[in-house]
């Protein structure tokens, strides 16, 4: 039986709560910076699943100061992105609008690239970087037939005022992930200015970027998922509200009122039945404990991860729970309310026993 005295959960800020359109979050908005360097500010990865570790804690102001603390974490398999386009917006009366687009051309050979990798296979330059090469690693989208200079000429002509990145995963390097359909998706660009942004996009148009290039340990950011779907649930499950009296009439797993008579209809901030999970939400701050160089695999516990399977290649550690079953795609972003900066990351162990009893 229910408790009567349970609080209600939710807030009403999310409403309407309805089903996410992709299995994949969606970013509406990027950070600032100030900086200089030009550096990608998103990034994606499949979850794969949950262990512990222990740290030391290094804040001094810590009851646990010095001392090794247990914390939960995720562990999110991160294989590198493929650079597609870039895009342009420029500032009207109606928000931003799209100004143009420069799109990498697979079809085109060696015009549809930069000078610097004009003369490079997508393998010789997977090599050049260090870079284990993948047997799908040139099937990337590619959209139009002509070379991407002209665009780039006509983003450099046009008065933008934001530069970002369309990129693409590369689910063919995860053995757990049965869709090897790549997802396209927008990143923004952080530092320098437009003209400078341009340039550093055209270098990399048609390569790749690592996790290495994106984010360090120690660093925040905001994780933007799609939750677990419960299904059509009631109201007691999705809002919490009190059960009725064992007297009621009829029911008690129900709201008392349905609203007064002399409104005519319904409000919509009555609770009642309805979706529960599968929302898009974010979790801000999440704190990187591990950013794993290519080539590590040693995180995979005995058995594999739970419904998941193993870990092949670079991934991340991130300190709490996270949106979503296992092998759902996750994209990350530059924290957008940054907290003050805390010690550096100490680990001494991490559990890689057997979720599973193997």
């Known amino acids: 039986m229910g408790d009567r005295s ?18 994949y979050g969606r970013i509406s908005s990027w950070p600032e910076s100030d900086s200089a360097e030009i550096r990608v500010q998103g990034f994606a990865g499949w979850k794969a699943g949950m262990t512990h570790l222990l740290v030391r804690d290094n804040n001094p102001n810590s009851p646990s100061a010095r001392q090794e603390v247990r ?19 420029r500032m009207t009366p109606y928000g931003m609008q799209t100004a143009g687009e420069a799109w990498f051309n697979s079809d085109s050979g060696p015009e549809g690239l930069s000078p610097r990798l004009a003369n490079q296979s997508r393998g010789e330059r997977d090599a050049e970087e260090g870079r284990k090469p993948s047997k799908r690693a040139g099937r990337i989208p590619s959209r ?22 369309i ?9 757990s992930v049965s869709s090897k359909t790549p997802e396209i998706m927008e990143v923004a660009l952080a530092g320098g200015d437009n003209a400078s ?39 007691i499950k999705r809002w919490g509200i009190k059960l009725l009296s064992h007297k009621n009439s009829k029911r008690r797993r ?27 939400r974010t979790e801000l701050n999440k704190r990187i404990l591990r950013v794993s160089n290519p080539g ?16 092949t290649n670079p991934y ?25 900066a805390k010690p550096e990351v100490d680990i001494t162990y991490v559990s890689t026993s057997s979720k599973q009893g193997v």
């Open 316 to 340: 991340m550690i991130i300190q709490g729970s996270l949106p979503g079953p296992s092998k759902r795609m996750l994209r990350f972003r530059d924290a957008i309310r940054p907290r003050p």
């Open 296 to 311: 590590e695999s040693d995180i995979t516990p005995a058995g594999g991860f739970l419904n998941y399977g193993e870990v």
């Open 254 to 280: 129900q709201g008392g009122n349905m609203g007064d008579f002399g409104t005519g209809y319904v409000r919509k901030t009555i609770r009642q039945a309805g979706q529960v999970g599968y929302h898009n």
């Open 144 to 165: 139009g037939k002509g070379s991407p200079d002209a665009a780039l000429e006509a983003l450099r002509e046009a008065d933008l005022c934001e530069v970002r990145l």
């Open 197 to 235: 942004k341009l340039d550093w996009a055209e270098e990399r148009l048609g390569g790749t970027i690592t996790l290495d290039d994106v984010y360090q340990t120690g660093q925040d950011i905001d994780v933007v998922g799609v939750t677990k779907g419960k299904g059509w649930q009631g109201a």
């Open 6 to 23: 349970k609080p209600r959960r939710g807030s009403m800020g999310y409403s309407p709560r309805k089903r996410a359109n992709r299995q």
């Open 71 to 89: 914390k939960a974490v995720t562990v999110v398999e991160t294989p590198p992105m493929s650079v597609l386009a870039v895009r342009g917006y």
């Open 167 to 175: 990129v693409s995963t590369q689910p063919a390097l995860v053995k």
